[in-house]
């Protein structure tokens, strides 16, 4: 498996833009995640899926951020309008729910709002 | 919900010596301890974990141990190589059915 794919790997944009961000998770995972990471604040969970079900969305800064995952084998994190304090490192993880939980992590999205 | 304090934050050591960064967690129910390295330019990647019927486990250079009592845990890393310079993050959950909680970071720096 090529692991948790995450795209774009860097986006720019200018305040006020609509900003997609897309994750693959690990076939066979039913756990997905989106983190932020930021110097300031390390890494924050955004939003947990499980069964493509959301569980967990109180990380989500605000309105402005939605998340979908409408199958097992795709997400979305979708920030509209993006604002400058949006600019930081988003990673999406994935993991099998049970004893072993180890997530895997994608490369990240480097985003910068301009 | 659990909170989780890591320590220090950046830390420099010479090549061949120990280093050792500490974590301590709120939550009592947490069981699952899981330490990730993460180089520049990418996502964190998982290098030793313990759970909570476990007090040490060790893998080649690096080990963990685990107090629950008081609630902390360690990651020593023995024989240090300048590969070894990255971010290291702590973090705990209840296995399998909760999220991690990540501590803040150590950068780790192994000078030649």
């Known amino acids: 498996d090529a692991g948790v794919i995450q795209s774009p790997r860097h986006e720019v944009t200018e305040m006020g833009q609509e900003v997609t961000l897309r994750c693959k998770p690990i076939?066979?995972?039913?756990?997905l995640f989106w983190y932020r990471q930021t110097m300031m604040r390390g890494l924050e969970l955004l939003i947990y899926?499980?069964?493509?079900?959301?569980?967990?969305d109180s990380g989500m800064p605000e309105d402005r951020f939605s998340a979908k995952m409408p199958n097992a084998s795709f997400s979305t994190l979708k920030i509209q309008p993006s604002e400058p304090r949006d600019s930081a490192v988003y990673f999406c993880?994935?993991?099998?729910?049970?004893?072993?939980?180890?997530?895997?992590f994608g490369q990240g999205t480097r985003l910068t709002v301009v | 919900g659990e909170n989780v304090e890591q320590h220090p934050s950046t830390l420099s050591v010479q090549e061949g010596d120990s280093a050792v960064i500490k974590c301590t967690y709120s939550?009592?129910?947490?069981?699952?301890f899981p330490w990730y390295k993460q180089e520049l330019g990418k996502g964190p990647q998982l290098i030793i974990d313990?759970?909570?019927?476990?007090g040490e486990k060790k893998d080649q250079r690096i080990a963990v141990t685990l107090n629950k009592t008081a609630k902390h845990f360690s990651l020593h890393i023995t024989e240090t190589q300048p590969e070894d310079s990255a971010v290291y993050f702590c973090?705990?959950?209840?296995?399998?059915?909760?999220?991690?909680?990540f501590g803040k970071g150590t950068m780790l720096l192994v000078s030649p």
């Open positions: 899926f499980n069964n493509n079900v959301p569980i967990d």
């Open positions: 076939s066979g995972h039913n756990s």
């Open positions: 973090a705990a959950s209840y296995s399998g059915y909760s999220t991690l909680t």
């Open positions: 939550d009592s129910a947490s069981n699952y």
């Open positions: 993880a994935s993991s099998f729910a049970g004893e072993d939980t180890e997530a895997f």
């Open positions: 313990i759970r909570s019927n476990v």
